[in-house]
Nanobody, 117 residues
Framework: QVQLVESGGGLVQPGGSLRLSCAAS????????MSWYRQAPGKERELVAT????????SYADSVKGRFTISRDIAKNIVYLQMNSLRPEDTAVYYC??????????WGQGTQVTVSS
């Protein structure tokens, strides 16, 4: 059974930092591209960042470039999202996603990030 478990969310002031983690189990981790999505209230879920299977390629939404960094530890089956210089508009539920080129994909349950003073 595949499980993706996010952690690390919380309340942070504008300009602050958080690191999200997503622990994966039940799959061959290196075979999956890993992504972080987010969904703010009343908005559609949007792609934030993606990292390929071996961690050599990353991509980011324009809104987070230069502030967020995605990385993965293949030995521990964990993907991270380091978020710096957080803004109120980064407030959302953040979801971890694992996807293969075959079309198979999985979602985590989400973790709330709130940026507010």
């Amino acid at each position: 059974q595949v499980q993706l478990v996010e952690s690390g969310g919380g309340l942070v002031q504008p300009g602050g930092s958080l690191r999200l983690s997503c622990a994966a189990s039940g799959l061959t981790f290196s075979r999956y591209a890993m992504s972080w999505y987010r969904q703010a209230p009343g908005k559609e879920r949007e792609l934030v960042a993606t990292i390929n299977g071996d961690g050599g390629t990353t991509s980011y939404a324009d809104s987070v470039k230069g502030r967020f960094t995605i990385s993965r530890d293949i030995a521990k089956n964990i993907v991270y999202l380091q978020m710096n210089s957080l803004r109120p508009e980064d407030t959302a539920v953040y979801y971890c996603n694992a996807a293969r080129w075959t079309g198979r994909y999985y979602w985590g349950q989400g973790t709330q990030v709130t940026v507010s003073s």
